[in-house]
């Protein structure tokens, strides 16, 4: 069996970022990938996503994101080549196509099975797989009787396959306003989400702002019993397109009978699709078989990153778990130092 110091399990932005900090500390990490490629769910996303944050704002510690404007908003693919390219240039062994199927306490560590049969045995285990592949649906009123399309966000990809349909997104993120805005360009649309934060503050992109303030780094993830919907940021294109209700935005539904939805109106219209920009849940199912590793939820026991339960085992990438950018491009780097230290700690204490 191979023996390596960290099993990093996820080779996207987040085990990226543990790659180059675990290497800073000495150690020699090897990233896990199930995918073809070290850019993680990237690839994945709907076609025209765009980063609301400034490409200045948006790399991985060691390497700024390229361009020569560094306050435009890097599109998807982007951010796949910059990834891509920031693995290759990663003194890191970074394996893709493994899959891991799980991980459980071994003598010295853990013991890390892929799909396949193949096994590692694992000083220490990083688990960085992010949330891509548990997408949220909530149990909304009515919804597991609606007779038409139910879609999560992570199956969406442009809007031609939607031209004239009628549309309800549910959602309270970035996602769902992008989504919402591109499909009112081809169909009729409604928007159950909030208020829009403003991109630019007195000149300045709002993340200069949460930078210069110390927000976006204050470690307020440990006063947090749940994630809180960060702020849908907006430049002013979907304040917009709202002011035309192309989508109008209103409270979310009261009920569904076949394919019509009740609104709080008392009003009841036909939908064609309702598509849930709900979120991600942290997908951890390699980590069921490890006691204590998870909550009944699936949701890791850790604080700051670090396992509460099983010395050696550390988290990279969750949302909220250090700060408000903890699961972005331009946080994740800083709460990956600090999930190294520790580990290069704990192992050298043997």
């Not at 896990?32 to 994945?44: C, D, F, I, V």
């Not at 290759?88 to 003598?107: F, N, Q, S």
């Not at 990809?157 to 499909?183: H, K, M, T």
């Not at 990279?316 to 700060?323: A, D």
Request: aromatic share 8%.
């Amino acid at each position: 069996m191979e023996r390596i110091d960290v099993a990093l399990i996820g080779g996207g932005q987040s085990g990226l970022a543990a790659a180059y900090a675990l290497r800073g500390q000495g150690l020699r990490p090897v990233a896990l990938e199930a995918s073809e490629q070290a850019a993680g769910s990237w690839p994945r996303y709907y076609d025209s996503l765009t980063l609301f944050s400034p490409a200045r704002y948006s790399s991985l510690p060691g390497m700024p994101f390229p361009g020569e404007d560094p306050d435009r908003y890097p599109h998807r693919d982007e951010v796949v080549a910059y990834l891509t390219a920031y693995a290759g240039r990663l003194d890191a062994d970074v394996r893709t196509g493994c899959r891991v199927a799980g991980v459980r306490r071994a003598d010295e560590g853990f013991e890390v099975e892929l799909v396949g049969g193949g096994r590692l045995a694992a000083r220490a285990v990083v688990a960085a797989s992010g949330t891509f592949g548990r997408p949220h649906r909530p149990a909304l009123p009515g919804l597991e009787d609606f007779t038409g399309t139910v879609l999560h966000a992570a199956d969406y990809r442009s809007p031609a396959p939607f031209a004239g349909q009628r549309i309800v997104v549910v959602g309270a993120g970035n996602s769902a306003v992008q989504i919402a805005a591109e499909l009112a360009q081809v169909a009729r649309v409604t928007l159950a989400s909030r208020r829009l934060a403003r991109q630019r503050i007195l000149g300045r992109d709002l993340h200069f702002w949460l930078a210069r303030t110390g927000l976006d780094r204050a470690p307020l993830g440990r006063l947090l019993r749940t994630s809180p919907t960060q702020p849908v940021i907006d430049d002013g294109r979907y304040r917009a397109a709202l002011a035309q209700r192309a989508p109008h935005r209103q409270a979310l539904f009261t009920g569904i009978d076949g394919p019509k939805v009740s609104w709080p109106d008392g009003r009841r219209e036909e939908v064609d699709t309702i598509l849930l920009a709900t979120g991600y849940r942290p997908d951890l199912p390699f980590l069921a078989g490890l006691d204590g590793a998870l909550d009944d939820t699936g949701r890791p026991w850790q604080r700051e990153g670090i396992s509460l339960m099983h010395p050696g085992l550390a988290f990279v990438g969750l949302e909220w778990q250090r700060s408000l950018s903890s699961n972005s491009l331009r946080g994740v780097g800083r709460d990956a130092a600090r999930v190294a230290r520790h580990l290069a700690a704990h192992l050298a204490r043997g």
